[in-house]
C-alpha cells in the first residue's frame, strides 16, 4: 500500500518560515496532493493542493504565505511556509485521493 511521509515540521517564532515535505513511497506523478492541518480541538482542514500539472490552489487564510510544490523525481510534494503565525500551529497532513493519511507532523508556531 502507497505510504506518504511528512517532515520538516517544529517550533518557529512568528514571522518565521518552514519547509514541510511529502514523501510517498511510489510515484504520484499523475495524482493531485493537498495538504491539510488539524489544531487540537479543531477538524481538519484543507490548505492547498497541487495538481499533476503542476496547478496550485490555497486556502485563503495562507494565500501569499505559503507555497506548494513538487518534484515528481523524488516522489516529494513540499510546503513552503513563510510569515507563519500562531494560527498556524496545527499538525500538517498531506494527502493523495484513496490513499492512507501519513502521520502527520507538528507545526508550532510561537514566541
Known amino acids: 500500500q502507497a505510504q506518504l511521509v511528512e517532515s520538516g515540521g517544529g517550533l518557529v517564532q512568528p514571522g518565521g518560515s518552514l519547509r514541510l515535505s511529502c514523501a510517498a513511497s511510489r510515484s504520484f506523478s499523475t495524482n493531485i496532493v493537498g495538504w491539510y492541518r488539524q489544531a487540537p480541538g479543531k477538524q481538519r482542514e484543507w490548505v492547498a493542493s497541487i495538481t499533476s500539472g503542476g496547478i496550485t490552489n490555497y486556502e485563503d487564510c495562507v494565500k501569499g504565505r505559503f507555497t506548494v510544490s513538487r518534484d515528481n523525481a523524488k516522489n516529494t510534494v513540499y510546503l513552503q511556509m513563510n510569515s507563519l503565525k500562531p494560527e498556524d500551529s496545527a499538525v500538517y497532513y498531506c494527502?493523495?485521493?484513496?490513499?492512507?493519511w501519513g502521520q502527520g507532523t507538528q507545526v508550532t508556531v510561537s514566541s
Open positions: 494527502n493523495v485521493p484513496f490513499w492512507a
